[in-house]
């Protein structure tokens, strides 16, 4: 597996936009916004450039990875910085290949060095276990009105940072995306058609279930 992991640069934006579209098309929702995520995200406020990495292999970039700021507020109005990430795409052909695990291995020794102690993502889980992920349920991390959505998923970059406290997640808002804005940046790019498929039932229902609290 020869590859190379180094930072984004301004010259690569535009393949990392291409590739992050042709990774997540049609898989969430018929085309998708993802891309159009990535060109906003490095203008944010709350976005890292240090880590934000692409992975080479031959010579080519085939995937990237992207974080922003969020934090974890307490019962007692305690907050903790933390990270998420999202999103990372691997180009289609090179996918489950252990590509995109280097990546976010190699982006979790750049976040500790950067004295975050924990990240929060949403995510299938079958995709996220294998790299130390739990159910955030597991840290008492939970949206307001304690909702513990099935996909929001959370690791301990510092063992037992997380421990003795119930938390509230809230990302960056640069992850409400103005669709239409989405929908006119995407006429920038080769039309692709938009269709229908069965990840995208299997992305609802993810998205839509919840961990009983009863249960946790």
């Given at each position: 597996m020869d590859y190379i992991i180094r930072n984004e640069k301004s010259e690569d934006y535009r393949i990392v936009e291409?590739?992050?579209?042709?990774?997540?098309?049609?898989i969430y929702v018929p085309g998708c916004?993802?891309?159009y995520l990535v060109h906003v995200m490095r203008k944010?406020?709350?976005?890292?450039?240090?880590?934000?990495?692409?992975i080479e292999k031959d010579k080519k970039i085939i995937g990237n990875i992207m974080y922003t700021k969020a934090k974890l507020v307490s019962?007692?109005?305690r907050e903790k910085p933390i990270l998420t990430f999202g999103p990372v795409s691997i180009l289609p052909e090179y996918q489950r290949k252990g590509f995109g695990k280097k990546l976010i291995e190699?982006?979790?020794i750049r976040a500790k060095e950067l004295k975050y102690e924990a990240v929060v993502i949403f995510g299938d889980p079958n995709n996220y276990v294998n790299l130390g992920f739990k159910s955030s349920s597991r840290f008492d991390i939970s949206l307001e009105n304690e909702i513990y959505p099935s996909a929001m998923l959370a690791k301990e970059l510092i063992e037992e940072s997380l421990k003795g406290e119930k938390?509230?997640?809230?990302?960056?808002?640069v992850y409400k995306i103005d669709e239409k804005k989405a929908e006119e940046f995407d006429l920038e790019f080769e039309k692709v058609e938009k269709k229908?498929?069965?990840?995208?039932e299997v992305f609802y229902i993810l998205s839509?279930?919840?961990?009983?609290?009863?249960?946790i």
């Open positions: 291409e590739l992050t579209r042709k990774a997540f098309w049609n916004n993802e891309h944010h406020k709350d976005f890292i450039p240090e880590l934000d990495y692409v019962g007692n109005g190699h982006s979790f938390w509230i997640y809230q990302d960056s808002n229908r498929q069965g990840s995208q839509n279930s919840r961990i009983s609290k009863n249960s």
